[in-house]
């Protein structure tokens, strides 16, 4: 019996690794002799760094850098394939986590601190850096990232920008003859988690702008600003990306990596599914579990147990796939014929979050012991 266990993490409450090793004990107590492959998931999103590392025995460094109020701060990333290979996540550096409700501000913040990651992996020897982009504070087009590492964005009197969306109003000239020269070649890979473009009404300002403190008024001052800042891009670097999706993830910053590196966007489990060899790993299972904190419909576009689900179905399209969720929502029955032949949850009654988090670990080994029971009898 071989049995694949790859799920994502529990947010809040447990990593990936720690959710496969629970699902690992559950399955132990009936099928004590399996063979376990565990396999910590992630799909750009939250727990990327750790996931990858930990599926790949990489190493977290964690750095000095400028939080996106431009004040210093620590923030970590992942090195994985003996340090060719970077993982970071956005958020680290330049996350909606470092506002509040009196500091949330989105004409100043500013994605410097993701440059000063993507600097300092590229200074450990990176040649690849996966980059997942979301959960930010800023709407700067990524213009702080692309200062880090070396562009000069100048207004009419030729003085450097300050930080944030507003001054991007003030661009006039991009000069990106100073930019890190590693960068060349360097390839940036863009896990986003939202396909938004980068202005209008389904741009970064107008829909996510409000969750980081921008009223009416700004919303309308931040999208003319990035819609100058694309224009200015589109004349000075030849690159033409308002409307691409994805563009709009992170306040814009994937619209300033796509402008500034030589960078794609791709799907984030994808990405993770590729660098941990998950379908080398699945040949031969019996069963492969997977999951994350909350399973619905919306699973469907692009989260983990669905790249995993793929991934093992298109090995052997035999194997069992199971996912296992902390809270499970609407219309899961659109997953199955995605390739989960069923879905769990672990919380055993109706209770308190914080309890339900608090007894994660013995909630999954409660249910992956009652799924292998069934396995065993079928
Ligand atoms: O950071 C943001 O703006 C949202 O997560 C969308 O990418």
Known sequence: MKIVLAPDSYKNSLTAKQVA????????????????????????????????????NGQIITEKVVNPLGNPTE???????????AVIEMAQASGIQYINQFTQNPYITTTFGTGELIKSAIKHGAKTVIIGIGGSATNDGGAGMAQALGAHLLDEKGDELQYGGAMLKKLDKVDISEMLPELSDTEIIIASDVTNPLTGPNGASHVFGPQKGANEEMVEFLDEALSHYADVLKRDLGKDLENVPGAGAAGGLGAGL???????????????????????????ADVVI???????????????????AKAAKAVDPDTTVIAIAGSVGEKISELYPLGIDAIFTCVPGIE?????????????????????????KV
């Not at 699902?23 to 992630?42: D, L, R, W």
């Not at 489990?269 to 790993?281: F, P």
């Not at 999951?291 to 995993?308: H, L, R």
């Open 352 to 376: 308190e979050l914080s309890k339900a988090i608090q007894d994660t670990d013995k909630n999954l080994q409660q249910v992956s012991e009652n799924i292998a029971r069934l396995i065993k």
């Open 290 to 308: 997977t999951g994350e904190g909350q399973i619905d419909f919306q699973t469907k576009f692009g989260k983990t147990p669905i790249g995993v």
């Open 75 to 85: 923030a970590q990333y992942g090195l994985i394939d003996d340090g060719s290979v």
């Open 258 to 284: 796509l402008a500034f590196t030589n960078s794609q966007m791709r799907s984030g489990v994808d990405i993770v599914v590729n660098y941990t060899g998950l379908k080398e790993k699945v040949k031969g």
């Open 21 to 56: 090793a629970s699902i690992k004990k559950g399955f132990q107590k009936v099928y004590p002799n399996a063979e376990y492959v565990s396999f910590p998931m992630a799909d750009g999103g939250e727990g990327t760094v750790q996931s990858l590392v930990d599926a790949k």
